[in-house]
T-cell receptor, first 114, second 117 residues
Framework: GENVEQHPSTLSVQEGDSAVIKCTYSDSASNYFPWYKQELGKRPQLIIDIRSNVGEKKDQRIAVTLNKTAKHFSLHITETQPEDSAVYFCAARTREGSNYKLTFGKGTLLTVNP | DSGVTQTPKHLITATGQRVTLRCSPRSGDLSVYWYQQSLDQGLQFLIQYYNGEERAKGNILERFSAQQFPDLHSELNLSSLELGDSALYFC????????????????FGDGTRLSIL
């Protein structure tokens, strides 16, 4: 089955700096890669996603890049703000027969210091 | 608001007991996913239902079971509870009718916090 590795497990940056979180996946058949942000005690919220036929996607201060050959994808947050502090999860979706399964990384705790 | 409703928000019970967690998916979504989130385990996929049928199983214990009803709401049943079952249990839904499955992200409910004493 699919295995998703996420690094780093914790990341601390100064407000205004950039933050990068990286994930690797094992199943070359994975074709959809969402990123979720989870604030303490709250539900994971989808912040951006990318499909395997796209190399990069941007949404304001957030961008995701995908390297299918190397089987890794990254989340980039620019001009970080204290409200970006949260746990970020990457995930990879693999098709199993007629079904799609989402495998999550273990999460990165991002702290943005004012 | 994601449109996914989970009840109850909090549940406190004792070891050996049985509980039922409930999830109502977003309007039009046919798939329901259950996840367990412990402090040291991240988001662990438990089980998925699509239009009433079980579709995929993850790391779900034999003491746990689930079902999806004709109105598409789902219930996760946890029995013979142990201290280690204390966790946040999330339900997510996806797949609006008429859309390609592969283009649909999962939207999470607010979770049920289960505490075993």
């Amino acid at each position: 089955g699919e295995n998703v590795e996420q690094h780093p497990s914790t990341l601390s940056v100064q407000e205004g700096d950039s933050a990068v979180i990286k994930c690797t996946y094992s199943d070359s058949a994975s074709n959809y890669f969402p990123w979720y942000k989870q604030e303490l005690g709250k539900r994971p919220q989808l912040i951006i996603d990318i499909r395997s036929n796209v190399g990069e996607k941007k949404d304001q201060r957030i961008a995701v890049t995908l390297n299918k050959t190397a089987k890794h994808f990254s989340l980039h947050i620019t001009e970080t703000q204290p409200e970006d502090s949260a746990v970020y999860f990457c995930a990879a979706r693999t098709r199993e027969g007629s079904n799609y399964k989402l495998t999550f990384g273990k999460g990165t705790l991002l702290t943005v210091n004012p | 608001d994601s449109g996914v409703t989970q009840t109850p928000k909090h549940l406190i019970t004792a070891t050996g007991q049985r509980v039922t967690l409930r999830c109502s998916p977003r309007s039009g979504d046919l798939s329901v996913y259950w996840y367990q989130q412990s402090l040291d385990q991240g988001l662990q996929f438990l089980i998925q239902y699509y239009n009433g049928e079980e579709r995929a199983k993850g790391n779900i214990l034999e003491r746990f079971s689930a079902q999806q009803f004709p109105d598409l709401h789902s219930e996760l049943n946890l029995s013979s509870l142990e201290l280690g079952d204390s966790a946040l249990y999330f339900c997510a839904s996806s797949v609006a009718l008429g859309y390609r499955v592969s283009n649909q992200p999962q939207h999470f409910g607010d979770g049920t916090r289960l505490s075993i004493l």
